[in-house]
Structure formats: structure tokens, C-alpha cells
């Protein structure tokens, strides 16, 4: 039997709607959607590792290091920050490199 108020109404709906079984279907193929394109993106990532894999190096770089010093400070050794709770010195290690390659190889395709 339909009432006047369309809240009443509303409610109504609503409770059949969640009591029917009808939320556990939208949240099942919800569900599997979300695994399949999972699935997909994992396939399409495989795939393009595939592809990179058996292709041999072109370019040879030349690494160096021109310059490697220690600096001694207050802080975190990660970011330089102070640390509120500690006043030790900490040493940094900085290591500045040189890297020189071809790539002109690279973007003709060949």
C-alpha cells in the first residue's frame, strides 16, 4: 500500500533494495570488474616488459665520479632537517657523478 509521503516512500524502496540481495550483486560485479581490469593492466605490463627484454644495449655510458665529499651537521642524515629530540652531528656523504652516453642511436630507430 503506497502512502502519500514520498519519503515514506523513499525508505520503503530503499529497504527493499538493501534486504533484496540486490546490493551484493552490484558489489559482486563491482568486484569482478575491478579483478578483471587488474588482470588486463598485469597482462598489458607483462607484455611490454616482453617487448624490452630481448633488445640488445646500443648505447655504452661512461660513468664517473668527480667528486665524492663528507659534510658534518646537525641533523637528520636523510634530509638536513634538526631533529627536535636530537642534537647529535651527523656526517652526509655526497657523491657527484659524471655520466656521459650516445644516445643519438636511441632515436633513430634503427
Known sequence: MKSSNPLENMQKALDDFLTSGSLKAVLQRGNNIFSFSTKVLAACAFMCFLSTTFITN???????????????????????????????????????????????????GT
Not at 629530540?85 to 642511436?105: C, H, M, R, T, V
Open 58 to 108: 646500443q648505447v655504452s655510458p661512461i660513468i664517473g665520479t668527480s667528486k665524492a665529499y663528507v659534510v658534518r651537521g646537525q641533523g637528520s642524515g636523510l634530509t638536513g632537517d634538526r631533529d627536535y629530540y636530537d642534537n647529535k652531528e651527523n656526517d652526509q656523504g655526497f657523491i657527484n657523478f659524471d655520466l656521459k652516453a650516445d644516445l643519438s642511436p636511441c632515436s633513430t
